[in-house]
Nanobody, 121 residues
């Protein structure tokens, strides 16, 4: 399974970015698509996830109300709309696919290469 994330960049605090992730294939059913992020010397942390069956989203408390996860079943893609960005959102963002909904990165086995988001104050 190959995942390709894009859409990162430099943005000022309060700005918006939309991340995209294309997935080559889905190997499990049911499935969950998720975004994690990581800064140097810290663990990769959960950001958001969406279930394949009913498009039910789950968000980390730190992004709830500011980020929106969505997916396109026909293109096997997942998106992350990020609004009201804060400097603490600066990180490399990774997309991933799993078979069960989880906030633990160990539950996901296939990862994209990551896309860097930098939010300036």
């Amino acid at each position: 399974v190959q995942l390709q994330a894009s859409g990162g960049g430099l943005v000022q605090a309060g700005g918006s970015l939309r991340l995209s992730c294309k997935v080559s294939e889905l190997t499990s059913s049911p499935y969950v698509m998720a975004w994690f992020r990581q800064v140097p010397r810290k663990e990769r942390e959960f950001v958001a996830a969406i279930t394949g069956s009913d498009n039910s989203p789950t968000y980390a408390p730190s992004v709830e109300g500011r980020f929106t996860i969505s997916k396109d079943g026909s293109k096997i893609a997942v998106y992350l709309q990020m609004n009201d960005l804060k400097p603490d959102d600066t990180a490399v963002y990774y997309c991933t696919v799993g078979s069960v909904l989880s906030t633990f990165r160990e539950m996901y086995t296939d990862w994209g290469q990551g896309t860097l988001v930098t939010v300036s104050s």
